[in-house]
């Protein structure tokens, strides 16, 4: 039963919303999404993708497909932060955030699954995928 009540936050916290940011002047900014959608940075701007997760269930958000490399590059590990309760109470979930810094310009679709490593052949409970255009 926790397991579903997870999954239903998660899917709750990232369907059906998106983000668009344009920087203009040369600037450089970081934009946060919390689901599908599409975003356009100048070269050198940071997207952080901030997705509902549950690790205590088996499941962790995994970047899947294959995306251009000289248009946009992930920065370091994705991180994981529980959400913060009166309590703390083993097996609560939280935030799994990815960090990618715009490279140059051009285009190119980030995709994001949520599930179980170890199981092959088992789709994944949630796909997020982000269009992301960089300005040079």
Do not use: H
Request: with cysteine.
């Amino acid at each position: 039963m926790r397991v579903v009540a997870a999954l239903a936050v998660a899917v709750a916290l990232v369907t059906g919303c998106s983000e668009d940011l344009a920087v203009g002047g040369g600037g450089t900014a970081s934009v946060t999404v919390v689901g599908s959608g599409e975003v356009t940075l100048r070269a050198g701007g940071e997207l952080k993708v901030a997705l509902a997760a549950n690790p205590s269930t088996g499941y962790s958000w995994e970047v899947s497909g294959a995306p251009d490399p000289a248009v946009l590059e992930q920065v370091g590990a994705p991180a994981y932060e529980a959400s913060p309760t009166e309590t703390m109470v083993v097996g609560s979930g939280g935030t799994t955030t990815f960090v990618f810094r715009a490279v140059g310009a051009g285009t190119t679709t980030r995709e994001l699954a949520y599930l179980r490593p170890w199981e092959d052949g088992v789709e994944p409970v949630d796909t997020v995928t982000i269009d992301v255009t960089v300005e040079g």
